[in-house]
């Protein structure tokens, strides 16, 4: 309260701000401490996961005992026990066309601190349509970016990345891996940005994309410029309004809403082992991460391999396909129905939820 930028008349900006903050992970943690710490008024938090043992090195609000709980629960709880005195809004879903711009309406500025590209694209197009500002980061392996989109000052995300890329070169923190502190660090400065947008100090990041190297401790900061072709902030998109939104959305929508690969939970795979029954397992993790253990006697291809091996891999039984989290065995498991493969599934969770279940036995 004593720094001129913000004193007691800023104190009580805060109070009366609304920031929504979509993720609860690595950096929702940092980002949602900080400005509940503040005293911002009122925090929306979106987020639909559980909390898992490889979540613990990076984000900070959970501890071993959370194993298993809500994301959001134990988000909530932290931040309440940081701060009584903050109205804490949760929402238990899934960021979807269908109920983005309701939950995004009530709110001055929204966080970005999901971890996937459906996600940011969303929230992405979402603000530009309700013209609010978006605090947009992203981490992997040790680097990190950060930028403020904001159309009616600036370019959006759109203007730099028109189009997500195929999901097979988007892999997650869970696949490439993170350095624990680099969210901490990221999510910080995305704090730092909501308040200098709700308190109208200093530079934002509009039309800036901060580039942070973790390895080197070196830190870029490029310029962004708006896309006068840009499929959602042009002028043109802009005039298309709603119609223009929902029709980069549509597709994606009812692509993501097909069937899902078949799958198979922890129980149901340690059955049939019990059973005896016979099963051809698929490991198609990287040979780094088989080091962290391995189910049975699996064959060993990599999303890459596959598509050359599966010529080594029997038509007539049942195969089970697994990776760390589930996510590139899925896709395993697709690309194998497409080559005529009938009996065949996906181990819900991968490897961590085995690890997970043996380590509850024990």
Not at 18 to 38: E, K
Not at 232 to 246: L, N
Request: hydrophobic letters at 40%; glycine letters at 10%.
């Amino acid at each position: 309260m004593i720094l001129d930028e913000v004193g007691l008349d800023g104190q009580q900006v805060l109070k009366a701000a609304r920031v929504l903050v979509v993720g609860a992970g690595g950096l929702g943690a940092p980002v949602l401490s900080y400005l509940g710490a503040a005293g911002v008024g009122t925090l929306g938090v979106v987020e639909f996961d559980n909390i898992e043992p490889s979540n613990l090195h990076r984000q900070v609000l959970f501890s071993s005992q959370d194993i298993g709980r809500s994301k959001l629960d134990v988000a909530c709880e932290r931040i309440h026990a940081l701060n009584p005195h903050i109205a804490l809004n949760k929402f238990a879903t899934r960021l979807k066309l269908e109920n983005a711009r309701d939950i995004f309406s009530g709110y001055d500025v929204v966080v970005d601190a999901t971890d996937n590209f459906t996600s940011r694209y969303l929230i992405n197009d979402t603000c530009v349509l309700l013209g609010k500002p978006n605090v947009s980061a992203s981490i992997f392996r040790y680097e990190g970016q950060l930028s403020v989109f904001w159309p009616s000052r600036g370019p959006c995300y759109r203007c730099l990345f028109p189009e997500p890329p195929p999901e097979e070169l988007a892999p997650s923190c869970a696949e490439g891996g993170v350095l624990g502190v680099l969210p901490g660090i990221v999510g910080s400065l995305q704090a730092n940005e909501a308040l200098k947008l709700l308190l109208g100090y200093g530079d934002p990041l509009i039309g800036r994309m901060l580039s942070i190297d973790a390895m080197n401790v070196q830190f870029a900061d490029y310029e962004i410029v708006a896309d006068e072709r840009c499929p959602i902030c042009s002028e043109g998109a802009k005039h298309g309004g709603t119609s223009a939104y929902e029709a980069l959305w549509v597709t994606r929508d009812r692509d993501e809403n097909k069937e899902a690969v078949p799958i198979i939970t922890v129980s149901s795979l340690k059955g049939l082992f019990h059973k005896r029954e016979p099963i051809t397992l698929v490991d198609v993790r990287s040979s780094k991460e088989t080091t962290l253990g391995k189910i049975a006697d699996p064959h060993l291809l990599t999303l890459d391999d596959l598509p050359k091996a599966m010529d080594r891999l029997p038509r007539d039984g049942r195969l089970v396909c697994y990776c760390q989290s589930g996510r590139r065995s899925a896709k395993a498991v697709s690309l194998l129905q497409q080559h005529g493969f009938d009996n065949v599934a996906s181990l819900d969770g991968g490897f961590d939820a085995w690890s997970l279940a043996l380590e509850s036995e024990n």
